[in-house]
């Protein structure tokens, strides 16, 4: 005769779904079939006693549970994953955009420097044409009457004078780009070669 398999109450309430306590009620009562060596000691049920159906309801569960929390676990890992991912990409994006607002500000700083260049190449320009302005009248004023006539070499023309009158202008308009590109740094040359320095 072949011995009949046998396991634990713990087992047997696993199968079944159900607590231990509850399967050792069901042996007492002989709903349940097993056997125990002596009084007080460990039950044994019998594993081809147990409810087919329930064992196999109870396996299913227990393999849905383990499908879920396999996939939960996934879920999870996925969630992590892109959560990470999409820190990394937040953090280059803060970089950039950082290194965005450093470049603008740097260029307002310039934009800045170059209004009051060409503020301070506008206020020139109109000095210049005022000296030149007041150079061309006084050369075309006569000379006072009382005045002897200078000896030496010929008195220079009108247009000569205009033309040292410029000159002197264009000298001094350069001296002042000069010290203003010492003050604003590379400006200065760009403006020079836009007189045609």
Known sequence: MTE??????????ELLGVSQTA????LKRGTLDGWQERE???????????PTETVEAVAHVQQVEADHAAKLEALRQQHAAE???LAERIGHLTGQVEAQQAELA????????FADVVAELARLQAEHRSL?????RQATL???ADQQPVTGPPAA???????AGRELQLVALRARLEALEASQGGLGSILRRMLGR
Do not use: C, F, M
Request: no cysteine; net charge negative; charged share 35%.
């Open 4 to 13: 009949r398999e046998t396991i634990t109450t713990a087992e047997a309430a």
């Open 23 to 26: 399967i050792k009620a069901r």
């Open 83 to 85: 959560r990470e991912e």
């Open 40 to 50: 007080g000691a460990p039950w044994r049920v019998y594993r081809d006693a147990l």
């Open 106 to 113: 740097h260029l307002r700083a310039q934009d800045a420097r």
């Open 132 to 136: 030149l302005e007041n150079a061309q």
């Open 142 to 144: 006569p000379a006072p």
């Open 157 to 163: 023309s009108g247009d000569a004078l205009d033309a």
